[in-house]
């Protein structure tokens, strides 16, 4: 009810403890202002019932709310009305290459690597409504799921139904992810521009040295954060292709080319994470998001209307009626 509304001067309604203590003076002084004669008996007189004198003391009533409504408008009443825009001053554009091999159907993340990343960058993609985002498959060769975009619903759709699949060659083909991804952002005109490249694996395949791929993003001012996921040690993934086309699993040691991935993350000003864990993934996604902060600046405009004239205008119209009152109606009693 009282949203939008606000008193500029609050102090003033200390003044407000005047009034009680004028009441109680009034009341204390009024006989002494009354004049008495005291005669033996009223047998001579002729007595009226007139209502008149109960009602006088509205004279002070009015008095006071009028000293009241002044005290009030000292305070400055007045409603707020805030409108705020919002200006966007240095935009990031961010394309998130995705190793799409069969050893991302490991399942030492839940439910497996490529289900338990594609849940933590959705949310990412969520947490980042002012910058465009593309998305970039590899696995043996690599391609372009979605071009960067500022719409997050097209690309949230995209990065659901990215899932294994046997059109693409087998192998992890690093360099050409990276390549694709630094193809998509070299136009680019934002200020910004970001990499995120994760991989369960090593180099293996491909007819481009993620090193060439990485110079590439230097040059173009790209910043590559690498990602190395896969728990320590051995993880229960796929070996071979039943009859049924089913996956049969087995126990497999994961092998990730940190290396690479540290030299790739130092000489293009990103970093290196290590992600062992469905947490592990969910914090470093977390870290990106805080290094890479979109600028935004906010404006505030205030347009306030004030209110204390017609409190002064109403406190002036009750010392006008007290006054009329007291010079006329009740002219015999004061």
Do not use: H
């Given at each position: 009810?009282?949203?939008?509304?606000?008193?500029?001067?609050?102090?003033?309604?200390?003044?407000?403890?005047?009034?009680?203590?004028?009441?109680?003076?009034?009341?204390?002084?009024?006989?002494?202002?009354?004049?008495?004669?005291?005669?033996?008996?009223?047998?001579?007189?002729?007595?009226?019932n007139?209502?008149?004198p109960k009602t006088k003391h509205i004279l002070i009533l009015l008095r006071l709310a009028a000293l009241a409504l002044v005290i009030t408008a000292m305070a400055r009443p007045r409603t707020v009305d805030v409108s705020t825009k919002t200006k966007t001053t240095r935009g990031i554009d961010i394309v998130m290459a995705i190793d799409v091999s069969a050893s991302m159907l490991a399942k030492d993340l839940r439910p497996n690597r490529?289900?338990?990343?594609?849940?933590?960058?959705?949310?990412?993609?969520?947490?980042?409504p002012n910058d465009r985002i593309g998305l970039v498959e590899?696995?043996?060769?690599?391609?372009?799921?979605?071009?960067?975009?500022?719409?997050?619903?097209?690309?949230?759709?995209?990065?659901?139904?990215?899932?294994?699949?046997k059109v693409i060659e087998s192998g992890t083909a690093i360099g050409m992810g990276l390549a694709t991804s630094v193809n998509r952002l070299k136009d680019s005109k934002a200020q910004s521009k970001v990499i995120i490249l994760l991989t369960d694996g090593v180099n293996n395949t491909g007819f481009i040295d993620p090193k060439i791929a990485s110079?590439?993003?230097?040059?173009?001012?790209?910043?590559?954060?690498?990602?190395?996921?896969?728990?320590?040690?051995?993880?229960?993934?796929?070996?071979?292709?039943?009859?049924?086309?089913?996956?049969?699993?087995?126990?497999?040691?994961?092998?990730?080319?940190?290396?690479?991935?540290?030299?790739?993350?130092?000489?293009?000003?990103?970093?290196?994470?290590?992600?062992?864990?469905?947490?592990?993934l969910t914090e470093i996604y977390e870290e990106i998001n805080k290094l890479e902060k979109t600028e935004i600046e906010e404006f505030k405009f205030y347009n306030y209307q004030e209110m204390f004239r017609p409190l002064v205008l109403l406190?002036?119209?009750?010392?006008?009626?007290?006054?009329?009152?007291?010079?006329?109606?009740?002219?015999?009693?004061?």
């Open positions: 009810m009282f949203e939008g509304f606000e008193f500029q001067n609050k102090e003033f309604f200390w003044l407000l403890l005047l009034l009680p203590i004028a009441l109680a003076w009034y009341i204390f002084t009024y006989k002494r202002q009354t004049a008495e004669l005291k005669i033996s008996s009223l047998k001579g007189f002729k007595v009226a007139s209502w008149l490529l289900e338990a990343l594609k849940s933590v960058a959705a949310q990412f993609i969520k947490e980042r590899y696995a043996g060769e690599s391609y372009t799921k979605t071009p960067i975009t500022s719409d997050k619903a097209i690309v949230l759709r995209s990065l659901e139904d990215i899932k294994y699949n110079e590439l993003a230097v040059e173009y001012g790209i910043k590559v954060y690498t990602i190395g996921l896969g728990s320590n040690g051995m993880a229960l993934s796929p070996v071979q292709i039943l009859p049924n086309g089913n996956f049969q699993y087995g126990r497999v040691q994961v092998e990730i080319d940190e290396e690479l991935l540290k030299d790739i993350a130092k000489v293009t000003g990103g970093r290196y994470f290590r992600a062992t864990n469905n947490e592990k406190a002036a119209m009750l010392l006008m009626v007290e006054w009329l009152l007291r010079i006329t109606v009740y002219k015999s009693f004061v």
